[in-house]
């Protein structure tokens, strides 16, 4: 069964503390890897799709890379506004990219 | 609007009431997707649009759920006779092709059912 197991659960970093979330999938045939940024009260936020190993793509304070068994989310000196519940997803097999399986998220906290 | 528009955005409901839940995508958007999301956990795949044809429902949990977009543009999720377990909150997302490989997520609607 095609499944996604992120770690920590729960991650708290002092502001400018870089650190590293990781997303583990076990897909065969994978489609793409999405990365989305939950806000409370909020639906998820598009951030990231990585689509083969060795792929990695970078948006500010985050960089994401992929291999064949899992996904890094690099947070680089972060700041309080990124404190938010970090998701990542792949697609069901043999169904649309956007019928996603999400894990169940790391949440971040960046205190001052 | 700018976003993918939900309402109510707090519905609380007595156990056995039917319920309506709304969605209005970003204009032009092809795609539709419902999400339902319990507390602490990721969001779970419910139904999918494609314009007006639904052609996805297998996430739905059981004959009560039911979706509909007759215009290829609002959706509305109703659920019949709720019960306690229904309570979550339930996200629409609005993609602008058919590959879907971009989500726009509006910010749900919290059902509590008493």
């Known amino acids: 069964e095609d499944q996604v197991t992120q770690s920590p659960e729960a991650l708290r970093l002092q502001e400018g503390e870089s650190s590293s979330l990781n997303c583990s999938y076990t897909?065969?045939?994978?489609?793409?890897l999405f990365w989305y940024r939950q806000d409370p009260g909020k639906g998820p936020e598009f951030l990231f799709t990585?689509?083969?190993a060795g792929e990695e793509k970078e948006k500010e304070r985050l960089k994401a890379t992929l291999t064949k068994k899992e996904s890094f989310l690099h947070i680089t000196a972060p700041k309080p506004e990124d404190s938010a519940t970090y998701l990542c997803?792949?697609?069901?097999?043999?169904?649309?990219?956007?019928?996603?399986?999400f894990g169940r998220g790391t949440q971040l906290t960046v205190w001052p | 609007g700018a976003g993918v528009s939900q309402s109510p955005r707090y519905k609380v409901a007595k156990r056995g009431q039917d319920v309506a839940l709304r969605c209005d995508p970003i204009?032009?958007?092809?795609?539709l997707f419902w999400y339902q999301q319990a507390l602490g956990q990721g969001p779970e795949f419910l139904t999918y649009?494609?314009?007006?044809?639904?052609?996805?429902k297998s996430g739905l949990p059981s004959d009560r759920f039911f979706a509909e977009r007759p215009e290829g543009s609002v959706s509305t999720l109703k659920i019949q006779r709720t019960q306690q377990e229904d309570s979550a909150v339930y996200l629409c997302?609005?993609?602008?092709?058919?590959?879907?490989?971009?989500?726009?997520f509006g910010s749900g609607t919290q059902l509590s059912v008493l």
């Open positions: 997302a609005s993609s602008l092709a058919e590959a879907n490989e971009k989500l726009f």
């Open positions: 897909v065969s045939g994978l489609r793409g």
């Open positions: 997803a792949v697609p069901y097999r043999g169904s649309t990219l956007g019928r996603l399986y």
């Open positions: 204009s032009g958007h092809v795609s």
């Open positions: 649009f494609q314009n007006e044809a639904q052609l996805d």
């Open positions: 990585l689509y083969s």
